[in-house]
């Protein structure tokens, strides 16, 4: 029986703050790999949290504080000509 699997398998925190979420598919058959495949998006300091995984959602949450998104506000203002 062919069974798709889908599920968060890498949260990476940059030092800018940017949360990168790798979410993995794998299509499995009577618990054989047959292949799997890769999305990745990128969240920036305070981007709606709005249908992440809770764990992509806690821990931007952790590390987003008030003093991050004003850190990274004033980033994208200085490279702004």
Same mark, same amino acid.
């Given at each position: 029986?062919?069974?798709?699997? &889908?599920?968060?398998?890498? #949260?990476? &925190? +940059?030092?800018?703050?940017? &949360?990168? &979420?790798?979410?993995? +598919?794998?299509?499995?058959?009577?618990?054989?790999?047959?292949?799997?495949?890769?999305?990745?998006?990128?969240?920036?300091?305070?981007?709606?949290?709005?249908?992440?995984?809770?764990?992509?959602?806690? #821990?931007?949450?952790?590390?987003? +504080?008030?003093?991050?998104?004003?850190?990274?506000?004033?980033?994208?203002?200085?490279?702004?000509?």
């Amino acid at each position: 029986m062919l069974e798709k699997q &889908v599920n968060i398998d890498q #949260i990476e &925190v +940059t030092e800018s703050g940017y &949360v990168q &979420v790798r979410q993995a +598919t794998k299509i499995m058959e009577d618990g054989r790999e047959l292949g799997k495949s890769y999305h990745r998006h990128c969240l920036s300091p305070g981007d709606s949290l709005e249908g992440q995984d809770a764990k992509v959602a806690a #821990i931007a949450k952790a590390v987003w +504080t008030k003093e991050a998104i004003a850190s990274y506000k004033a980033m994208l203002a200085a490279q702004r000509p």
